[in-house]
């Protein structure tokens, strides 16, 4: 017979989901023209500008925060949501481990303006962990977004930020016509078993870059292929695992941002961006 209780109870157990260390998670609170735990980044009182605004189009409740690219004099100019306030750099105070930040969002975009969510952990002043999710397809039904966050240390952090906004490289590059809507955002932790015991923690060097790039990584033998991508979401190169050791050529590469996406031999996938300048 099946033993079917044993892995439900695990599955009670290991998986855990948690909205409160994160302000205002479904952005149903606003006393002034952000929502309230967060920074919107050129709203008033710090510009003449409004990018953030309430959305009555809500994944859940009665609220959403979306997130305009707006005309700025004479150029279209994208914003960005913080966590938290300038006086903690944008981080709030955490005391789990989360694997993954989680939310809802519609975009509408023209495939230049990517819709970004970047998420750093820090212990005691030190980045320790990271996670980044990109889109730049127009999505107008919300769809879910899963932020895996990878871990360089066993520590449980004890600051998080996030920030949530249209990647963008210069002033101005913007485009009419774009926004995002996000609603209820939460996090994923994992109870006694610990899953980024195992997961990569990726970073590229330098970033940014002008002629070339490294892959620098906790167990490259995890590594199956690596991919780099451009704004238009091209791949323009694919190295496998043999050849990650070598610097990576970029210096053909125009300059702006672009996305690295890492596959690994245990079918996780880890994305995040540098610049090349």
Known sequence: MKKIIPFALLFLITANFSFG???NPSFENWTGPQPDGWRAYWNSPFS??????ISTNAHNGSKAVKSDIVLTGPIYNPSGLYSASEATGFYFPVSIKP???KGWYILQTNGLDTFTVNVTMKYQGAVIGQGEFTSNTTNLNYSEFINYINYSSSSTPDSMKIVITFNHRDV???????YFIVDD???????????NQNTLF?????????????????????IQS?????????VLKTIQNSALTEP??????????????LFTTDDFIQTGKFIKN
């Open 226 to 234: 690596f991919e780099l991508i451009n704004s238009f979401g091209q």
């Open 21 to 23: 260390q994160i302000p």
């Open 202 to 222: 990726v970073q590229i060097s330098p970033n940014p870059a002008t002629s070339a790039i490294e892959i620098k990584t906790s167990n490259t033998d995890k």
């Open 172 to 178: 101005g590059s913007g485009h009419a016509g774009s």
């Open 248 to 261: 990576i050529d970029i210096s053909n590469f125009e300059n702006g941002v672009y996305y690295y996406r």
């Open 185 to 195: 955002l939460s996090l994923s932790q994992t109870i006694g078993l610990d899953e």
């Open 99 to 101: 694997t993954k930040l």
């Open 48 to 53: 003449p500008y409004t990018f953030e605004t």
